[in-house]
């Protein structure tokens, strides 16, 4: 008993970390980049002036609320930029935070490879990867996402970065979320069969801590640090 709510606990702040690594990391992106940026506990938008049409906005709340009627001339310093810089400069910033999220994954994918023994216990070493190569999860439930649009026959994509680049490289997010998708399931049934014994034990506390942690940040957390 003591173990699982150390583990729900530990599933909580994962749920949390992943939630703001990659707006964090988009943020910085477009920061570094000489844009005028907000952040908030939902995501990211960035723009040259406060008086611009924002480029980008990881809300979907907030991409509502752009005024459409506004010039959609971007400038950034004191020059005008292309439309392929612009292009450039959105597929940077919304692929580091995704990009990041894939090495991480892999990273604990490859040490799990790498044991020849399975997990027979709850020691930090012995979990760390297998925390590491579930950052993956978040292309299959990505994947999940696009199969229900497509099956409501929506268009909407709520802000989701694989459907920004899509969007933005003018192809369909199929050829991105898919093999995504596929990868991520490769990544966790490894990952499950990895663990062994305590896997059962183990993903219904990943279950349990992911839901709560989710709640805590779009409930109390986000809004509180970054409201």
């Known amino acids: ?35 005028e940026t907000y952040i908030h506990f939902n995501g990211i938008g960035y723009c040259n002036s406060p008086n611009d049409t924002k480029l980008h906005s990881e809300d979907y709340n907030a991409e509502i609320q ?11 310093g004191t020059s005008l930029l292309t439309e392929k810089e612009i292009i450039r400069n959105d597929l940077l910033i919304l692929g580091l935070g ?23 216990n709850y020691r930090f070493k012995s979990l760390l990867p297998v925390f590491l190569s579930l950052f993956w999860s978040r292309h299959l439930l990505v994947l999940l996402f696009f199969i229900i649009l497509k099956l409501k026959q929506k268009e909407t994509n709520y802000g989701v970065a694989e459907f920004q680049i899509a969007s933005i490289a003018n192809i369909s997010s199929g050829f991105i979320i898919i093999p995504l998708g596929i990868i991520s399931i490769l990544v966790l049934l490894k990952t499950y069969y990895h663990i062994k014994e305590i896997r059962l034990f183990f993903f219904t506390s990943c279950f349990v801590g992911s839901l709560f942690g989710y709640l ?7 809004p509180l640090v970054l409201p």
């Open 1 to 35: 008993m003591k173990i699982s709510f150390y583990l729900i606990i530990c599933f909580s702040i994962w749920v949390n970390v992943v939630c703001s690594l990659d707006t964090m990391i988009s943020y910085l992106s477009a920061k570094g980049l000489g844009y």
């Open 66 to 76: 752009l005024d459409k009627n506004k010039s959609t001339t971007i400038k950034k």
């Open 98 to 120: 995704l990009l990041l999220n894939i090495v991480i994954g892999t990273i604990g994918f490859a040490i799990i490879k790498s044991r020849k023994e399975k997990v027979l």
């Open 216 to 222: 805590l940040w779009f409930k109390l957390v986000g």
